[in-house]
């Protein structure tokens, strides 16, 4: 008969080995041998007899730090790194969007897990102005955890930020325009402000802010007749694109709040998928926004299109599908705002700036001009009395 002594040793010991296999050290190495095993970063030896053995990734170490988790894993010789790096999404579906890979050298690779947020900050006009390198149109998102995140628009033409009523959606709007503003000689700003509640500021900066739909279709009309006029002279001059014209063009930006109110509107949103289209080409760039994403805004052609998303708060699970293909946005909490989820080559996190409208006032001073030089480019007399006509101007 077994003492009760030896019972309670073997269930010391049985304890002690449950506790032991649920350090987070353990649980971590565990669930990253798992997913290296099961997703092909293995590499083929052949050996005696043309037997063929299969070695797998090893995972050197794991460390726990007061903000994040690092993992080291080494990959068997004639293992590409670079297909690890391709399939970082499976990373992050097992450890969360904050999980980062690094290479260390050419077989091994580090892995990153954060347990912090990024800290949200003011927009700060210099410092963002020396952030956007050579940039033809800088849109500038914010901040991850490796510095200031910036594209260009031209390269990832047209851009839809999403995010609920105090999500940040309207400081990443301000900042995102203020900053292509002042940085870009060169452009033409429309907006379409169907709430009437966003781009009032723009007023006397860009060449029309409408608020009635009926402007807005002329609006958007105007601009059709302007990528078929773009489209004329680059044939004529035989290029591809608006930059390799001798006499270069401005770029033209149509920014939309609410997009999802036009959803009715057959013709407007045949103009706006038509630019997504066909505008990059011309220099004629969307920036969309809306509340609550809407799924027949958004299907097919206009959302491929839309090759830039900014995912803010959104109130659950659905809605952040509709916008960037993945529940994560709905994870981000109510104290957080400004956070976002980007999707451009993949996703991550990044903060967006603070950015008040008072202060954009203040930096968009002395940017204002006279309404008679804020016209559209017109090649013809033609095209120009199809606009009167319209009304737009």
Known sequence: MISSSLLSAGACVAGAIAVHQSFPEKVMRRKLGALLRTNDFHSNLTGYKGRVSRIQPVVKSVRMYLDRKEAIFMLPVGSDPQEVFKKSWIFQQVFGLEAELSMIDARTIMISIYTTSIQSFIYNAEEIDQSLGMNRLPVYVGKDRHGDVVYDMVKH????????????????????????????????????????????????????????????????TMLRLEMKRRGDILEAAGVAHVDDLEEPLNYIILAVDEVALLKKEKDIMQGIE???????????????????????????????????????????????????????????????????VLKLDGLKYVQGPNLGLSEA??????????????????????SQDDIIELGVL
């Open 361 to 382: 006032k203040e930096l968009l001073k002395g940017y204002k001009y006279p309404l008679e030089i804020r016209q559209p480019q017109r090649a013809s007399q033609e």
């Open 274 to 340: 038509e630019i997504s289209t066909i505008g990059r080409a011309l220099g004629v760039y969307l920036v969309l926004s809306m509340q609550r994403p809407d799924a027949q805004v958004l299907d097919g052609k206009l959302k491929q299109n839309l090759t830039v998303r900014m995912a803010l708060k959104h109130a659950d699970g659905i809605n952040s599908r509709i916008t960037i293909d993945s529940v994560d946005a709905a994870n981000i909490q109510d104290s957080e705002k400004g956070r976002m």
């Open 157 to 220: 033409p047209h851009l839809l930020v999403a995010g609920e009523t105090g999500s940040g959606k309207s400081a990443a709007l301000r900042a995102i325009l203020t900053t292509l503003i002042r940085n870009v000689d060169n452009l033409d700003l429309y907006c379409a402000d169907l709430k009437r509640s966003e781009f009032h500021l723009f007023k006397g900066i860009a060449q029309a802010v409408v608020y009635e739909t009926h402007e807005v279709l002329a609006l958007v």
